[in-house]
């Protein structure tokens, strides 16, 4: 999975219409015109990286999703915790 700019607006316009947001009002918590918007949801701009950094945490989805649509899986999910309980473990033992 790599980056499509149609996919990635797909997700913005997604994102924003599940939280009952309007272009205006993304555009003002964003703090950009809603020109700007439009056409990152028309797929006729990507915007700055820094916008997609503040949309994904605007949204609370991982940059990742955003850009490519990719998502965490279960077993990713399961690997990390594993490691952290790993690395946890070894921290208590040096206690």
Known sequence: ??????SY????KNLRKS????????AEKMNITSTYILKIENGKQTGSVELAVELAAFF???LDYLLSGREFKAMDQKQNLRMTIAFLSELEAKL
């Not at 999975?1 to 149609?6: P, Q, S, V």
């Not at 607006?9 to 913005?12: E, G, K, L, P």
Request: overall charge neutral.
């Open 19 to 26: 939280r009952g947001l309007t272009q205006e009002q993304l």
């Open 9 to 12: 607006a797909a997700r913005i």
């Open 1 to 6: 999975m790599g980056f499509n700019r149609d």
């Open 60 to 62: 609370d989805v991982s």
